[in-house]
């Protein structure tokens, strides 16, 4: 089984419309971490968000948020007012286990394709 | 604070050539992790590395990949006798010890394409 899916591979956007990329995980861990990564065409990872299994918040950072549903393991994260620079490539990953106790690789979905039309 | 350095930027070589690929981590960085990403993928882990020490190398090929990350110096992921199938981009990440949820910082990526 998938330990991370994305089911949108594509999505079209009006610029400053908000937009939500998918995001469900499979795991038996009670901690977890779960990300999310831009990769413009340049092709360089840029994190932009962060959520840990036991924070109780949602995770917010500028115009990006992650709806965090625990029990329906799902993670996506919504983009706010987007801009054409929004246009890239989106991966949500995950980090099993608690960090510094050995388990720190992250599994990546296969992406959603963004673009922003003007 | 210099990123997470990783060159070169794009490598070129021939079937049966090595490629070797190197990242330095970002400063006060003592865990270095390898991903490669095939066009049209996702990232992929192979290898995750402390000074002198593979930790889990579960994702790494059985043959021909070798990593290290030694005392001095950078990480070196190691592809001997490259084949088609190997052409990738292959990102280095690193992380700190104590961190409350230990981001990984990527690196630029290599972008090796085999003839």
């Known amino acids: 089984a998938q330990k991370i899916t994305q089911t949108q591979p594509g999505m079209f956007v009006q610029e400053k419309e908000a937009v939500t990329l998918d995001c469900t995980y499979d795991?038996?861990?009670?901690?977890?971490?779960l990300f999310w990564y831009k990769q413009p065409s340049s092709g360089e990872m840029i994190f932009l968000i962060y959520?840990?299994?036991?924070?109780?918040q949602n995770a917010t950072e500028g115009r990006y948020s992650l709806n965090f549903q625990k029990a329906r393991k799902s993670a996506n994260l919504v983009i706010s007012a987007s801009q054409l620079g929004d246009s890239a490539m989106y991966f949500c990953?995950?980090?099993?286990?608690?960090?510094?106790?050995?388990?720190?690789?992250?599994?990546f979905g296969t992406g959603t394709r963004l673009t922003i039309i003007p | 604070n210099a990123g997470v350095m990783q060159n070169p930027r794009h490598l070129v070589r021939r079937r049966g050539q090595e490629a070797r690929l190197r990242c330095s981590p970002m400063?006060?960085?003592?865990?270095v992790y390898w991903y490669r990403q095939l066009p049209e993928e996702g990232l992929k882990f192979m290898v995750y590395?402390?000074?002198?020490?593979?930790?889990?190398e579960s994702g790494m090929p059985k043959e021909r990949f070798s990593a290290e990350f030694p005392k001095e110096g950078p990480s070196i992921l190691r592809i001997q006798q490259v084949v088609r199938g190997d052409s990738a981009a292959y990102f280095c990440?690193?992380?700190?010890?104590?961190?409350?949820?230990?981001?990984?910082?990527f690196g630029p990526g290599t972008r090796l394409t085999v003839l």
């Open positions: 990440a690193s992380s700190a010890t104590g961190d409350s949820y230990n981001e990984q910082f």
């Open positions: 795991t038996s861990d009670q901690s977890y971490g």
């Open positions: 959520q840990g299994s036991y924070d109780e």
């Open positions: 990953a995950m980090r099993e286990g608690l960090s510094n106790f050995g388990n720190e690789k992250l599994t």
């Open positions: 400063k006060g960085h003592s865990h």
């Open positions: 590395l402390q000074k002198e020490n593979i930790i889990d």
